[in-house]
C-alpha cells in the first residue's frame, strides 16, 4: 500500500522551468518503480518519464526527451521530475504513479496514483 501525493505544479510562461515532487507514504518507497504521466483536457493519459527502483534505469517519451529529467531520493521517500524548456503543448495534468516491479509505460499497469497537479504553459 502507497500513498503518493504530487507538488510543484503552477503556471509559467513558454520556456521556463518547473521541478515537480510526488512524496510517497505507506510501504517501503524503493520497492517501486516510479512514473509520471500526463492528461490534458480531451486527451488520453500519457506516458511522460519512468525510473527504476533503484534509480539507475530512466524512461521517457520522446517529446520530451533533452527537455525533462526524472530522479527519485529513496531517502527521502520522493521522486522528481525535472521540466525545461516547456511548451504550451505540455500543458496537462501531471500524475504521479508507482508498481512493485520493472518499469513500464502503460498507465493501466500501475497500481497506485496520486491526485495530479496541473501544468499550465502559456505563449
Known amino acids: 500500500q502507497v500513498q503518493l501525493v504530487e507538488s510543484g505544479g503552477g503556471l509559467v510562461q513558454a520556456g521556463a522551468s518547473l521541478r515537480l515532487a510526488c512524496a510517497a507514504s505507506?510501504?517501503?518507497?524503493?520497492?517501486?518503480?516510479m512514473a509520471w504521466f500526463r492528461q490534458a483536457p480531451g486527451n488520453e493519459r500519457d506516458f511522460v518519464a519512468a525510473?527504476?527502483?533503484?534509480?539507475?534505469?530512466?524512461s521517457y517519451a520522446d517529446s520530451v526527451k533533452g527537455r525533462f529529467t526524472i530522479s527519485r531520493d529513496n531517502a527521502k521517500n520522493t521522486v522528481y521530475l525535472q521540466m525545461n524548456s516547456l511548451k504550451p503543448e505540455d500543458t496537462a495534468v501531471y500524475y504521479c504513479a508507482a508498481r512493485d516491479t520493472v518499469v513500464v509505460t502503460a498507465p493501466n499497469l500501475y497500481d497506485y496514483w496520486g491526485q495530479g497537479t496541473q501544468v499550465t504553459v502559456s505563449s
Open positions: 505507506g510501504r517501503t518507497f524503493d520497492n517501486y518503480a
Open positions: 525510473i527504476t527502483r533503484n534509480g539507475v534505469g530512466t
